[in-house]
DNA sequence: ATGTCGACCATCGGTCGA
């Protein structure tokens, strides 16, 4: 079973391919991130007609999340992260599919730092694993998936010292990723890459793609059992090279039935 | 230092978020 994360950048400016890459990989389940379309405006019509099911939390311009399941549809289990009844922005949606609990995750980018928007996303952090932890305890199968914004070690990112000011690499977002781990749960792609060198995301501004100036910031974020069962993982990198792509790659892993 | 892109409001450019 493949499932994979894929931060579209935008659903109505993606889809055709959005579409292709289903077609191509044939990912069972598709966790997707900043959807920016309305709940009305997704185009859940298309996804029927290509054969997967689904289900999704919109917000008009950012934002968005959505969980597509091939053959089937996801049974929502939550929509939005527990602990704020504030925070509107959608950003977290949990579902059961194919024995496994689900979440797509787009975890706040918290640029710049420091300020309010730094202060949500460590808050936000904090609700994150209060969740992870719940469904821990409860010992149900899980798999995390999402946009993190965070570049978890120095290995992640092209050059050691780049973005060393930003969001994505403050010690407190880092602390906060490790947490998750120390809690027990598996980085796929750490995991099965420790020489790091794997990237997920390229700016589209000066010429990211082309110098291969990339970091990891998509993750897939498994519970033990789940993590016993990982065979394979990596990044569908040529889909990040195509026409009108978005700045982010796929990203999958594969589990023994 | 900068380089791009999508959504939106409301046009044909500016603003926001990334």
């Known amino acids: 079973m493949r499932i994979a994360t894929y931060n579209i950048n935008g659903v ?5 391919r959005l ?15 900043e959807v920016k379309s309305q ?3 997704f185009p859940v019509g298309e996804f029927e007609r290509a054969g997967y099911g689904a289900i999704w939390h919109g917000q008009k311009s950012f934002n968005g999340v959505a969980i597509l399941a091939r053959n ?8 939005a992260l527990p602990g704020d009844p504030e925070d509107e922005h959608a950003r977290y949606l949990e579902a059961d599919v194919f024995g496994l609990r689900v979440a797509s995750i ?13 202060d949500y996303k460590l808050k936000w952090m904090q609700r994150l694993r209060a969740r992870a932890a719940e469904l821990m305890a409860a010992e149900i199968p899980a798999v995390l998936a999402g946009d993190y914004n965070v570049i978890p070690t120095p290995k992640d990112i092209w050059s050691a010292s780049a973005m060393l000011d930003d969001a994505l690499r403050q010690p407190e977002s880092i602390a906060a990723y490790r ?33 291969d100036h990339g970091f990891r910031i998509d993750h897939l974020l498994l519970s033990p059992v789940v993590a016993d069962r990982l065979i394979a993982c990596g990044v569908d990198k040529d889909h990040r090279g195509r026409e009108k792509a978005s700045d982010h790659a796929p990203t999958w892993i594969e589990l023994a039935a």
């Open 106 to 118: 787009y975890l706040p980018n918290g640029n710049p730092q420091p300020g309010p928007k730094f």
């Open 19 to 33: 579409l292709e890459w289903l077609d191509e990989t044939k990912p069972d389940i598709a966790c997707l991130q």
């Open 72 to 79: 089937a549809k996801p049974v929502e289990a939550q929509r």
């Open 12 to 16: 109505k400016a993606r889809l055709p």
């Open 179 to 211: 947490t998750l781990l120390a809690e027990g749960w598996t980085d796929a792609l750490a995991t099965h890459y420790p020489q790091g060198g794997v990237w997920t995301y390229w700016d589209f501004q000066a010429g990211a793609w082309q110098r």
């Open 39 to 41: 709940d009305d405006g």
